[in-house]
Structures are given as C-alpha cells and as structure tokens.
C-alpha cells in the first residue's frame, strides 16, 4: 500500500467534516435569515454573514437560492426520520401497541415544533415527489412495525396491506386540522391517543 495515500485518508475524512459544518452552519443561517426576512426578501449575503462564511463559501455549497432551499427541505425531512428511528429503536421488542404509540407521537411531536426551519418550510410550495417520498418512508416503517404484531399474535393479518395506509391517512387528516385552526387548543399528544385508540380497536387481534 502507498504510504502517501494511507497518510492522506485522515486528512481527507477531517475535511469532509469540516465540509459539513460548514454547510449545516450555512442552513441553520439560512433558516434564521429566511424567517426573519422573507423567503424573497432575504439576501444570499445576509445569509453568508449569519453564517459566518464569505459569499464565495456559500456559493461553494449551494449554487443558488434554489439549492439552499431543496436542502434545508432534505435536512428537515431527515431530521424527522432520525427522531423518528430514535423513538421506535427502544421500544422495538415491545407489543405493537407501544412501538405504533411511539410512532405517532414522534411523528406529532416533530410537526408541532415551530423552530426558524419549520417557518421556512410552511412558506414553500408542496412538492408532490418529495412528499411521496417521505409519506414511503413513514408507510415503511410503519409496516416493519405490523408485521412484527401479526407475527406476535397482536394484530390481526385481515387487511394488513391497508393497515399503513389507514394510520398515515388519520394522522395526515389530524395534522392538516391542526394547521387550520389549532383544533380548538387540543394538544397534539391528544390528537395522538386518540387516533391510536380507534386504530388499534380496529385492527387488535381478539
């Protein structure tokens, strides 16, 4: 093996790190300056100086506004599914009833944040690829977790190719209420409870 290239890998993980700071600080920026300006009104320098780079440096990591914005949706989508796997990941050998519990409310808890990331993104239009994608992902696991029910004896396998979608259409209805009007100041953990009472009734095994 050449000396000179093992020599070189640490250098080269150090600055794919460094990389990558520099691009999640220059979306946290961006996030900030977006919120507080305006989606249109917000300057690529304001963001560059929140962030602490120059222009040149930003430009680097996002080619445009346009970039900048596709990715705070990905980081945002990304973050959802690590606290998402965070929450199922304890509860994984216990009953259905508790991982689809644990599903639920990481999945309301993650919507009801209302942090500088969350004020950009209700500012966009919806993107049907990227919400199917994300709607897949959730239906994914989702189905992980009825499997292991029926395979336990917890759930019923009638209907088990509909189940995903059954939960994820509830929840989706119960999140586009609390966008309108805050469905009369009901917390989101009662949203929750109450979608995971009548959809396990419907699908419990006797």
Avoid: C
Wanted: aromatic share 4%; glycine share 4%.
């Amino acid at each position: 093996m050449n000396r000179d290239s093992k020599s070189e890998a640490p250098v080269k993980r150090l600055r794919s790190r460094m990389k990558e700071a520099t691009a999640d600080a220059i979306l946290s920026a961006a996030a900030e300056v977006f919120a507080r300006d305006g989606l249109h009104a917000a300057k690529m320098e304001s963001i560059a100086e929140q962030a602490g780079v120059s222009v040149g440096t930003l430009y680097n990591h996002f080619t445009d506004r346009a970039a900048l914005l596709d990715a705070l949706r990905a980081k945002r989508r990304q973050v959802m599914l690590d606290r998402l796997d965070a929450a199922l990941a304890p509860v994984a050998e216990r009953p259905a009833r508790e991982q689809l519990r644990a599903f639920v409310t990481a999945v309301f808890a993650h919507v009801a944040e209302r942090d500088a990331f969350v004020r950009v993104l209700v500012q966009l239009p919806e993107d049907p690829v990227r919400k199917s994608r994300v709607l897949a992902e959730l239906t994914r696991r989702l189905a992980v977790i009825i499997d292991r029910g029926i395979q336990a004896g917890e759930v019923r396998a009638e209907g088990r190719a509909l189940y995903p979608s059954l939960l994820m259409g509830m929840v989706r209805g119960a999140l586009d209420r609390l966008r309108e009007d805050d469905a009369a100041n009901l917390p989101a953990a009662v949203w929750a409870e109450e979608i995971l009472r009548v959809f396990l009734k419907g699908i419990e095994a006797d």
